[in-house]
């Protein structure tokens, strides 16, 4: 079975760099075709996809973002990770991982990201 489990700190000071990592069970991160994505949704807000790997290590991101987001991959540990740097209050949200890059299918838990000092 397909599990997914994020996995960060719950706390990030404003202008600091968000890291969250994503450990995938049950199935390969490199095995054709899946993508793995990075979804967040801010309070009282819908989802928002940020950023995805490719299972060639092909990486993708919403444009807005582009800039400051880095997804990558560990595929020794079968993780992926997310990096999100000069976060701000509008940062806050319940953060995702998922397998799929426009419709998805396996879901992890979410984990709750603050950014305040």
């Known amino acids: 079975q397909v599990q997914l489990q994020e996995s960060g700190p719950g706390l990030v000071k404003p202008s600091q760099t968000l890291s969250l990592t994503c450990i995938v069970s049950?199935?390969?991160?490199?095995?054709?075709?899946?993508?793995w994505s990075w979804i967040r949704q801010p309070p009282g807000k819908g989802l928002e996809w940020m950023g995805a790997?490719?299972?060639?290590?092909?990486?993708h991101y919403m444009a807005s973002l582009k800039g400051r987001t880095s997804v990558s991959r560990d595929t020794s540990k079968n993780q992926f990770t997310l990096q999100l740097s000069s976060v701000g209050p509008e940062d806050t949200a319940v953060y995702y991982c998922?397998?799929?890059?426009?419709?998805?299918?396996?879901w992890g838990q979410g984990t709750q990201v603050t950014v305040s000092s």
């Open positions: 790997i490719g299972y060639r290590g092909d990486t």
């Open positions: 049950g199935v390969s991160i490199t095995a054709n075709y899946y993508y």
């Open positions: 998922a397998r799929g890059l426009l419709e998805y299918d396996f």
